[in-house]
């Protein structure tokens, strides 16, 4: 018991090697790594632990990047190599397949259902802030869909960038502002100049007259059509009218 003690005693007098504490805290979840990532947008800092990636952000420093997850995560955050694995998943994500996990801890429920709904919008394609609202039960929070999305916290990996104005028109961007988002969704393959000669028509979707299905106008299964078979729709109502009902692969009714 005395040899216990004593064997006690000088482990409580030696030091822990330096980052041990940090790397326990990182281990169990609470606390991030974080590194700078090459990616196809340039630049990207990106945080994670061992529930997925929790931040991402171009930023033009790395304590500017520290000063925004300590405001907005609020967690510890630390150093560490840009791990090869998961520049393979951001490389992954931003080509379109889906392989990343994310930490969305100290978001609330309805924040959380809005980016995994965000989530599930194909690359290339983009939909209204109404249709996150409609999808996650929640049809009159469009503001409160938009302040999330504001907010998130992992953009271009949750593309919050494919949402848009419920009248069509791109709106704005927190990953960089609209015209960061125009660019991200072109190198996307998206029409944007296009997308916004139809909202200033005031058009919303697209019909097909061969299938009697409408669309969003960005939907891969629409733009399979031929030109001569495609007829332009401004809401619902019209669509239903003229005998077109609604795509289940982009679901843009109520």
Wanted: hydrophobic share 40%; with cysteine.
């Amino acid at each position: 018991m005395t040899a216990l003690l004593t064997d006690l005693k000088r482990l409580g007098s030696m030091k822990a090697p330096d980052g041990f504490a940090e790397r326990v805290l990182v281990e169990v979840g609470m606390a991030d790594s974080y590194a700078v990532f090459e990616t196809v947008l340039g630049e990207v800092y990106v945080a994670w632990n061992r529930f997925g990636v929790s931040a991402a952000a171009r930023c033009a420093s790395a304590s500017e990047f520290e000063t925004m997850f300590k405001r907005e995560v609020g967690r510890p955050l630390t150093p560490a190599p840009a791990a090869a694995e998961l520049a393979a998943k951001i490389e992954d994500e931003l080509s379109g397949k889906r392989t990343m996990r994310f930490d969305l801890r100290g978001l609330t429920e309805f924040e959380q259902a809005v980016l995994r709904k965000t989530y599930e919008i194909p690359r290339g394609e983009v939909r209204p802030y109404g249709w996150v609202a409609k999808e996650i039960r929640r049809p009159a929070a469009v503001r409160a869909v938009g302040t999330a999305l504001a907010n998130n916290p992992i953009p271009y990996f949750i593309p919050c960038h494919r949402v848009v104005r419920t009248d069509g028109h791109i709106g704005n961007y927190g990953g960089g502002g609209p015209e960061a988002k125009k660019a991200i969704l072109t190198m996307e393959g998206v029409r944007v100049n296009r997308l916004q000669e139809l909202a200033r028509g005031g058009v919303r979707y697209q019909g097909v007259k061969t299938t009697k299905i409408y669309c969003y106008p960005t939907c891969h299964a629409a733009q399979r059509a031929l030109e001569k078979n495609v007829v332009w729709l401004h809401d619902e109502k019209s669509a239903r009218a003229a005998g077109f009902r609604p795509c289940k692969v982009c679901r843009p009714a109520a």
